[in-house]
């Protein structure tokens, strides 16, 4: 069966059509997205298989004294969260787009700035500020003559509020997307029913604002479900920490891998459930507006909201920023020494490297989602781009537990064939790391590849093949440069996550191998917030590259 010509216009892609099977044996580009695909189909295999194979006596300890505690917890963090940066995300995105206060234009961009600060980050600032021996309730302890009331930050509460604080970002920018696309249309076409303005947000731009709203709460509960930095500084167990602990503590592997494997039907869950309850809605767009489509808030009105604005942004980064400063002027002059240039280093070759392979490819994965534009290739580059919704300590232990099995079977044959013992050749190493990232980011840095590649125009590549120029050639020599924006833009998001990274880095990491964010975990594992300080600043340098880089977007957007 031969493939249906694709005009230079036609984006649609033919439903009925099935290559034949033939064709997908010998085409080079079907072939490598298949072969991508295959980095998180084989890691999730190996974790959800341990449901067919279980341990009775250690499924019956986890259904009896872990599971039911990790599922409450883990549910009740997910809810607290959810609410949190829907109502943080929402109401900021609605006035920094839809309304006119002082400073309107600072805080548009500004409200961002949180996500330049790992959660774990923040997660021990305000844990060493609002502890019981913290600076804050010493001082109240002091002005009361005595003991004071006052709610322990080591609690559902304390993780669920630092969370929010660190996650709104992603509804905000989404939803402020929306509320900037429908404009005040909605809310006036709310008024000519009868509604007032009030009413209007919750009848019409609200319910309009749904899919942006639902993408990034979305993006912020699949962070939630696989953080593991945040909770292990509130000692709140989840099942990233219980994977953590049976691996790292009981050191049973396939312990862990069976939590995972709960811990991943609970993500697919939520992924249908969120699909399922957008599945018969349909959305248009009410048109952009501009300046002065926007809502005047004069008076207190337009200063209690730029107050509650500027709340948000001072608790969520300026408070952390600033106490992160203070304490590595304290103790940098002690503290630096030539073990921080092994873990910048690190972190830099961790995150370079990565940022390399993960960009190269996504490149593959967008030429071949252009180049061959069947049901089969479009299937395989959905797959390879899933695994950010897979939780890092997921990935660790679906990645490990092969290498395990390949290491073993080299260990034998080398000591059959070779009389010689080879030890770990795979597992512990940067080969066992690198899949894991490229994993796990392969969405982030697949995302601004294939908007750039979408640019590109058919008629483009018509114009090259009357000049002689075809296949990898018009890769070379047309594509890439056109396509050197959106290269490095996800060449540097993909390098700032994986400096970021926790989970993975610790849970595979070679011995010794430590990085910045390895640093962090290990002070403030053992209460050393000030010397947590210096390795959080750098790593807070570099999160701001991407916030650089969203501003630039949106400022030409």
């Known amino acids: 069966m031969k493939e249906k010509p694709v005009s230079a216009g036609d984006d649609a892609l033919p439903s009925s ?22 980095l998180i189909v084989v890691p999730l295999t190996v974790v959800l298989s341990s449901l067919l194979s279980p341990e009775r006596e250690e499924w019956g300890h986890l259904l ?10 883990t549910f009740r963090l997910a809810l607290g969260v959810g609410l949190g940066v829907t109502l943080l995300g929402v109401s900021l995105a609605w006035l920094t787009a839809a309304c006119d206060f002082p400073g309107r234009r600072f805080f548009s961009w500004a409200l961002l700035l ?36 006052v709610p322990p930050i080591r609690s559902a509460g304390g993780v669920i509020g630092v969370m929010s604080l660190a996650l709104y970002p992603y509804v905000y920018l989404l939803a402020r997307n929306a509320f900037l696309t429908q ?14 303005r009030v009413a209007g947000f919750f009848k019409v731009a609200l319910p309009m604002a749904r899919p942006w709203i639902m993408g990034g709460l979305m993006l912020a509960l699949m962070e939630t479900l696989a953080d593991f930095g945040t909770v292990a500084v509130f000692n709140y167990d989840t099942f990233t920490t219980a994977i953590y602990k049976t691996w790292f503590g009981l050191f049973s ?26 599945r018969r809605l349909r959305y248009t767009q009410a048109g952009r507006h501009s300046r002065a489509d926007r809502i005047v808030l004069s008076g207190t009105a337009g200063w209690l909201s730029a107050a509650y604005a500027a709340l948000v942004l001072a608790v969520g980064f300026v408070l952390p920023v600033w106490q992160l400063g203070v304490w590595t002027a304290q103790v940098a002059a002690q503290d630096f020494d030539a073990r921080y240039l092994d873990f910048l280093w690190h972190s830099l070759l961790l995150g370079g490297l990565a940022a390399a392979i993960t960009a190269a490819a996504a490149l593959v994965l967008a030429y071949a989602r252009r180049q061959r534009r069947d049901a089969f290739t479009q299937i395989a580059t959905r797959v390879a781009t899933l695994g950010y919704a897979v939780p890092g300590p997921v990935l660790a232990v679906g990645i490990v537990i ?26 512990g190493t940067l080969l066992a790391m690198l899949p894991a990232y490229l994993t796990r980011f392969l969405a982030v840095g697949y995302n601004p590849v294939d908007s750039a590649m979408q640019r590109i125009t058919r008629s483009v590549d018509e114009a090259a093949r009357t ?9 070379r020599r047309v594509h890439l440069p056109m396509l050197r924006g959106g290269l490095l833009s996800a060449a540097a998001l993909v390098f ?6 926790m989970p993975i880095t610790l849970m595979t990491r070679p011995f010794g191998w430590d990085t910045l964010a390895v640093r962090i975990f290990e002070m403030t594992s053992e209460g050393e917030w000030e010397r947590a300080a210096l390795p959080a600043v750098a790593l807070v340098l570099a999160g701001l590259l991407p916030i650089a880089l969203l501003v630039r977007q949106s400022e030409r957007a």
């Not at 872990?66 to 599922?71: E, R, Y």
């Not at 404009?183 to 007032?196: F, N, T």
């Not at 000049?467 to 890769?475: C, E």
């Open 402 to 427: 092969p290498l395990a099995w390949f290491d073993r079977q080299l260990a034998f044959l080398a000591k059959d064939w070779l009389g010689m013992e080879t030890g770990l050749l795979l597992q």
């Open 64 to 73: 009896e004294y872990v599971l039911p505690g990790l599922l409450a917890n």
């Open 183 to 196: 404009g005040c249309r909605a809310l006036e076409a709310a008024q000519s029913l009868g509604y007032g």
């Open 17 to 38: 059509f099935i290559p034949h099977p033939s064709s997908l044996l010998f085409d080079g580009w079907r072939l490598a997205a298949v072969a991508i695909a295959l």
């Open 253 to 278: 592997l396939q312990g862990a891998s069976q939590l995972a494997s709960v811990l991943i039907l609970l993500v697919f869950a939520l992924i249908a459930a969120e699909q399922l309850s957008r």
């Open 114 to 149: 949180p996500l330049a600060v790992p959660a774990y980050v923040t997660a021990f600032v305000y844990v060493a500020l609002l502890d019981f021996t913290g600076p804050v309730q010493t001082w109240l302890r002091e002005v009361a003559g005595g003991p004071v009331a």
């Open 496 to 501: 700032v996550d994986v400096m970021k990274e």
């Open 467 to 475: 000049f002689g120029v075809s296949g990898l050639a018009m890769l």
